[in-house]
């Protein structure tokens, strides 16, 4: 479903601040995995995203998505396809634009129609997918989303997602901005829509304990590589604890004044 081969990405090459964010990625996903990805700051989680999403082209290798060769396509074109969640509630939807509209938008977008009127039936369907997020928002269809909580947004955007069926969902810390009790009903929202729609999903998170009871897979990044990635079995029997020694071991690094530590 996606594949990556020796994608590699430099930024700033043969200047005193060369970073090479991304040195050699390997990586394949089946269609419907959920692949929880973690690392310490900076170790190119997000950078892995803008190189699949398109947001720059990479300097060598290659991604296919669904068996296309997308190395070299424009972002706008593989936003078909691939669906971005961020950590920043306010992107993924139009604030000015109510949730039924929103709603709407991204049905449109999935029909490749450039004017959708609402009609009965679609708004019907609509509230229907609202209602069961089980967050009572239903009832403000007509609520301009930029009026919505953090929580609520990120809700609605994910059912964009869900309703645009992308072939692959990119989550970049989505819940990272939410407070804790709400950041853990996104996620249920999140596993619920992933599993019944069987999206193939990337999610960064820096919370080792999600990253380890959802999805069927977790990779770890440090210094612009893939150093470990689990599933199966050894993922079944992974703790955070044996994970941040896997991570010191890997990396030669310690975990210390890191953010993954919080959630210990
Ligand atoms: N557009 C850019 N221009 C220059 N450097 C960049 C750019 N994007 C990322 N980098 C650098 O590449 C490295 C990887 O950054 P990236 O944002 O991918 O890390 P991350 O793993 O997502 O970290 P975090 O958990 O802190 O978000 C960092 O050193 C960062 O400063």
Known sequence: MLELREVRKTFYPGTPNEKKALNGIELHLDAGEFVTVIGSNGAGKSTLFNAIGGAFLIDSGVIQLDGRNITSMKEYKRAFDIGRLFQDTMKGTAPNMTIEENLALAYT?????????????????????????????????????????????????LLMAAIAQPKLLLLDEHTAALDPATAEKVLRITEDMIQKDKITTMMITHDIQAALRLGNRTVMMDEGRIIFDISGKEREEMTVEKLMECYEKNSRKKLENDRMLLHR
Do not use: H, P
Not at 124 to 138: N, S
């Open 109 to 157: 977008r999935k029909a490749g129609r450039s004017f959708f009127a609402v009609n009965k039936r679609d708004k019907e369907y609509f509230r229907d997918l609202v209602k069961k997020l089980g967050l009572g928002l239903e009832d403000r269809m007509r609520t301009k989303v930029g009026q919505l909580s953090g929580g609520q947004r990120q809700a609605v955007s």
